[in-house]
């Protein structure tokens, strides 16, 4: 029988027969201690006294320790905590001893002689045998796959602790850019340096790498990951210590490398007084609520103590799994936020409207919106319904209802459009400018951000699939750029901007350098632990394909229409002085746009929009499927 099985069987065993079997142990050990300390003290002469002594103290040290928590820890994770309890026990039991002794010989100095002599035999027995047991249950699988852990620190000593009662995993050593630990042992494991990962990968057959780093900077991880790419293994990360400490995760939640860490992206600290303004004590309605955006507003609102949050949203599905999530948050916190599910479509405006009265709302995030840009562009009808005509309706709901603050989530795509997308959005956005100036009543402003990673219609989860599936994985140009923030970070912004509304504002988040996308996709495969094939190296795991530009894309994206720019009270949200158009204006378009969109006539509606939207310069022809196949065949 091997060690694995025998292992297995030892921890399968019945959780109070095991305490049975530590209680004869320690029992054991107490009961030689003081045999040993008596013997040495007596000059090995035995006194009938001495058995008395002993069975009482033996009676009395199964108790003592118990009430030190001994027999309550699993003993394939006992550490430093248990050394502790031993010490408090132990010496809790030499006083007892100490007492009886004393009683019994009435010589003090005797008695002291005999309680330090049974207190460090004690000791030394009890800690040695739960480290003994320690090694016996949670002895390391010489089979599994081999790993190396970055970070010999606390999180790394868990993680390693953790994997190794595994039957999967085996880690041979740990490394560390902290010199002090260089060539030392932890939890039994080698630490090295960095500087030679190829040689050390060879060397210790390692597989992949598990990075235990969760507090350091981002900046710092993306060093590290940088330095980690010209190694052929699979790295991959524990949970950040925000997640950890909140107790969102575990250590040995190991995932794979967020692409936010290849970024190197500094997340601002909010300011929490913009950050609650619009929320706190007030009732919010987030439209859009289980979209990418939608749902981590509304998880981020719900830590902002509304007193009630309105979900609003038309797809059934997405709507429930927000719902289910964020009920069970706030039932672990004890929290009183009402959540109110409402299904609906935001070209509803009486459905909205009564929504609006009914719950007494007084902030919009307004996050409902068509954002894939060739789907949009295969249907044009409905992403003017949904992206613009949908804002102007739930925009006229709010004024009805007298909503104090409507937040419109934009996108960089508004900017300069060449596609259905982006046209809609600025057309969005030049309605709530217009409607700024016709009432007071509601305090309109817009914010204007890139892609967010993760979310439904970021290249990551595309190329994560395509790699785990061996490739290829598919970039549209070998030059193409975008802007990159992730989903928590955007909807933190967005939530600060929201509070410095002024009315008909557009806030324009920094949103950091541009990422070439091909440079993004060979970091992915190399951390995914496998290498690209291209012409240099021909005989690589993954090759990468240039499919090129999608309908209406565009090499790079811009966030500004023009230069005027000033400063918010926040370092990363900026103010954008745009032209719109006034209202009398904007009105006409709209009633043509409608009129245009209810017969299905695609090439009006781009005209409108590239009336209405100086800078809309469409590159491709009209690519709605229905229209396509409407037209008559020359």
């Not at 006294?49 to 309550?72: C, D, E, H, N, W």
């Not at 026990?89 to 002689?113: H, R």
């Not at 103590?305 to 979900?311: I, Q």
């Not at 990551?460 to 030059?479: L, N, S, Y």
Request: aromatic letters at 6%; one cysteine or more; glycine letters at 8%.
């Amino acid at each position: 029988m091997n060690n694995g099985i025998i292992q297995a069987r030892l921890i399968q065993l019945p959780a109070n027969f095991k305490r049975l079997i530590i209680g004869l142990c320690d029992t054991l050990i107490v009961a030689t201690s003081l045999t040993a300390a008596l013997l040495l003290s007596h000059n090995e002469v035995w006194h009938q006294q001495a058995t008395y002594l002993v069975l009482l103290v033996v009676f009395a040290g199964i108790p003592v320790l118990a009430s030190q928590g001994l027999y309550r820890a699993i003993i394939r994770f006992v550490g430093e905590s248990m050394l502790f309890a031993v010490f408090r026990g132990v010496s809790l039991l030499a006083l007892i001893v100490a007492g009886l002794n004393y009683v019994q010989y009435g010589d003090f100095s005797q008695s002291i002689s005999t309680t330090f002599v049974f207190w460090a035999f004690c000791i030394l027995g009890l800690s040695t045998s739960r480290f003994a047991m320690r090694a016996l249950l949670s002895g390391r699988r010489s089979d599994g796959e081999r790993i190396a852990i970055y970070g010999a620190g606390q999180a790394g000593v868990r993680l390693t602790t953790a994997i190794s009662n595994g039957r999967d995993c085996c880690p041979v050593l740990f490394i560390d850019d902290n010199p002090v630990l260089q060539g030392r042992v932890v939890a039994g494991l080698p630490v090295c340096g960095p500087e030679d990962l190829v040689g050390l990968v060879d060397r210790f057959d390692i597989r992949r790498i598990l990075l235990a780093i969760p507090s350091v900077s981002r900046r710092k991880r993306q060093e590290i990951l940088a330095r980690l790419e010209n190694v052929a293994v699979r790295v991959q990360t524990v949970p950040d210590i925000a997640d950890l400490i909140a107790g969102r995760a575990r250590v040995d939640d190991v995932r794979d490398v967020d692409v936010a860490d290849l970024l190197g992206r500094e997340i601002v600290p909010p300011d929490q007084n913009l950050l609650g303004a619009c929320i706190r004590g007030k009732s919010v309605l987030v439209t859009g609520a289980g979209g990418s955006i939608g749902s981590e507003l509304c998880r981020q609102i719900v830590q902002l103590r509304p007193t009630r949050l309105v979900m609003y949203d038309i797809s059934e599905s997405a709507l429930f799994e927000i719902d289910i999530e964020l009920r069970r948050v706030l039932a672990n916190e004890g929290s009183n936020v009402e959540l109110v599910p409402i299904l609906g479509s935001v070209l509803n405006q009486d459905r909205l409207l009564q929504v609006m009265a009914s719950f007494g709302v007084q902030t919009i995030y307004h996050a409902a919106a068509y954002k894939h840009v060739p789907l949009v562009e295969y249907n044009m009808i409905e992403g003017v319904y949904n992206n613009a005509i949908g804002t102007l309706r739930t925009a006229r709901a709010a004024v009805d209802a007298r909503v104090e603050t409507f937040v419109l989530v934009s996108t960089d795509k508004a900017v300069m459009p060449v596609n259905v997308m982006g046209a809609t959005k600025r057309f969005a956005e030049l309605l709530l400018q217009a409607m700024s100036c016709q009432q007071s009543a509601t305090r309109f402003c817009m914010v204007r951000f890139g892609n967010v990673l993760d979310s439904s219609g970021s290249v990551v989860p595309v190329f994560r699939r395509q790699i785990r599936r061996g490739g290829p994985v598919t970039v549209t140009h070998r030059d193409i750029i975008r802007y990159f923030m992730t989903i928590p970070e955007a909807a933190q912004l967005v939530l600060q901007a929201g509070s410095m509304c002024k009315g008909g504002d557009v806030f324009v988040l920094d949103m950091g350098e541009p990422v070439r996308i091909a440079d993004l996709a060979r970091r992915m495969i190399h951390l995914m632990g496998f290498t690209v094939r291209d012409d240099d190296h021909p005989d690589g795991d993954i090759a990468i394909q240039f499919i090129g530009l999608r309908p209406a894309e565009k090499l790079y994206e811009e966030l500004l229409i023009g230069t005027n720019v000033t400063g918010t009270e926040h370092p990363m949200i900026m103010r954008a002085m745009e032209i719109f158009l006034p209202w009398d204006v904007i009105s006409k378009f709209v009633e043509q746009l409608e009129t245009a969109a209810e017969k299905a006539d695609c090439e009006r509606v781009r005209a409108l929009l590239v009336e209405a939207i100086g800078g809309y310069k469409p590159t491709n022809g009209v690519d709605d499927l229905l229209w396509q196949v409407s037209q008559p065949t020359s």
